[in-house]
């Protein structure tokens, strides 16, 4: 079975560009959530969705960043117009609904993204 | 402000011997805590839970080890392996603010089994 799927695995852009990240997650899996890893504050939850709607965007850090899951197999995150500090390797993660048993959610890849 | 601490940015341990990796956290509604394990240029995958009604979780040869009162838990792998290294995150979650789906991760240890 194909896990989570992310694309690009690797960005590099220069400062003020727009950045798109591509997620596919798990087919059937209700819930698609967006994270950004820094070394300094480690996996932050950015936005969920369920059923692809957003149900929590909280963890957005500001309005250059923007999520849009259009269909229950395609993601994106966009980051317009990207800033250095916005580099950080961001991962996609999806999970099925309903109680698992043990709330697993399963993670792509990530994109390590590196702005100039 | 960090609500899951991951004090340790990194361990050393001996193949054949006990690793702990340690985490604290501050937030009392906790009431779900997960490990997940990293392998460079992968994801996260998930290893181990435990319910706060539990102090004791075990699988093979891992387990943690939840003390509410001390708000730590701890991560035990016996005996470690060379194939155990990686990074560990821990993780929380609250059912009163989304459960499994608002997960707060730690900044992670990575873990280093040497031959």
């Known amino acids: 079975d194909a896990g989570v799927i992310q694309s690009p695995r690797h960005e590099v852009t220069e400062m003020g560009q727009e950045v798109t990240l591509r997620c596919k997650p798990i087919s059937g899996h209700d819930y698609l959530f967006w994270y950004r890893q820094t070394m300094m504050r480690g996996l932050e939850l950015l936005i969920y969705?369920?059923?692809?709607?957003?149900?929590?965007d909280s963890g957005m850090p500001e309005d250059r960043f923007s999520a849009k899951m259009p269909n229950a197999s395609f993601s994106t995150l966009k980051i317009q117009p990207s800033e250095p500090r916005d580099s950080a390797v961001y991962f996609c993660?999806?999970?099925?609904?309903?109680?698992?048993?043990?709330?697993?959610?399963?993670f792509g890849p990530g994109t390590r993204l590196t702005v100039l | 402000d960090q609500q899951v601490k991951q004090n340790s940015p990194s361990l050393s341990v001996q193949e054949g011997r006990i690793s702990i990796l340690n985490c604290d956290y501050t937030?009392?509604?906790?009431?779900?805590f997960l490990w997940y394990k990293k392998y460079p240029a992968e994801g996260p995958t998930f290893l181990i839970s435990i319910s706060s009604i539990k102090d004791k979780n075990e699988d093979g040869r891992f387990t943690v080890f939840l003390n509410k009162s001390a708000k730590h838990l701890s991560l035990h792998i016996v005996p470690s392996q060379p194939g155990d290294s990686a990074v560990y995150f821990c993780a929380a979650s609250s059912i009163l603010t989304g459960g499994g789906n608002k997960l707060t991760f730690g900044t992670g240890t990575q873990l280093k089994v040497e031959l």
């Open positions: 993660a999806s999970r099925p609904g309903g109680f698992s048993g043990t709330d697993t959610q399963y």
């Open positions: 937030n009392s509604m906790f009431d779900y």
């Open positions: 969705f369920n059923n692809n709607v957003p149900i929590d």
